[in-house]
């Protein structure tokens, strides 16, 4: 039998595994011991595992897979940030992973589809069209290598924080999303906790509303601006889910915990940085439980805009700060390797398939699985 058509059980979260066994008719708890080899050991030979029967293990072996991408390159930066590329399929299709440490934690930024369909104006991820949706096995793996490589590094606890700010809009690609913060949230997995597991999405509001119904990780949203005809230019996204419909969703999504919302707004030279933005921005969300991640807009060729200057990011900050509003500016890191916020482009074949649009994303949220 060869190996695309044995079963990859990176693609199962805790529920689909147990339902698997017990196709198999075994029991279920095989799904958490399956896990742990898995993700917390890294054990892929199945005769290895051997809390199960030697019987169950030859029928996993001859069925199933652990089927992980091709790392095709790691790179270093000067500030610790690396960044791996990560070969998806025969076709060339490649996806990036950017880990950046802090004192205090280690955040693995992960991508969610091999482009993007949103085309927001100022992303560089944008210019390179859409071509799929990863697989749960895909996003998952992300985690899986980098971990592994830490702990094989010696790092004691690896990867604290996962964000799903790579390539791709998450929400768009919601039940395989779902089943990988599945695993990363489960302890016989990850053990993550959901306030360190962040979504980032553009804005997909019936995706927003669903997730509330699942899941309750943390949401970051990519705002940008403070009004629609504004946000309509840089996230076309906008002229579908307005910036009201978007905030209402963000306090549903919030209601009844105590959580707050991030909101990430990139600054743009002369586009959206002005005090009177921040004043009308700070408006619109200083009665919000939110936090504000301002973005120094990271350049890459032939890019339609600049960073705005530090003194009008500084002003920005204190203007938003004064009225309440906890904001912080987020620091560049890896841009030396273009890991930076919006440079991550991956590689890809075909890049016409943008016009299948939201659609994709947009059928998969009914009918997910709900899953531990
Ligand atoms: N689609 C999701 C997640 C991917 S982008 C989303 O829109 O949230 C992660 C963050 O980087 C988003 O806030 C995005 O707007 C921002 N970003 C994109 N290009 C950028 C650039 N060139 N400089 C700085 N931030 C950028």
Redesign the pocket.
Known sequence: MSATTKVNLLDFDRAALEAFFVDLGEKPFRARQLLQWVHQRGVTDFAAMTDMSKPLRALLAERCMIHTPRVLEVQDSNDGTRKWLLGVDAADNAIEAVLIPEKDRMTLCISSQVG?T?N?S????AKQGFNRNLTTAEIISQLYLVQRTLLAEGHQQGVTNVV???????LLNFAAVIAAINLMCDDFAYGLSKRRVTI???GVVPAIERLAQVTDVAL???L?APNDELRDAL?PLNRKYPIAELLRACRAYIDGYNRKITF?Y?MLAGVNDSLEHARELVDLIRDLPCKLNL??????PH?AYRCSEQSAIDAFRDYALGRGVITVTRRARGDDIDA????LVGAFQDRSRRSRKYQLGLDQIEGVRLAQ
């Open positions: 993007c949103l927001c100022f992303c560089s991820t799903m700010m790579g390539m791709g809009e998450p980032s999405t553009a970051a949203v990519s940008h996230v990430e990139v973005i120094p807009f990271n350049p890459y890019a930076a916020c919006g440079q």
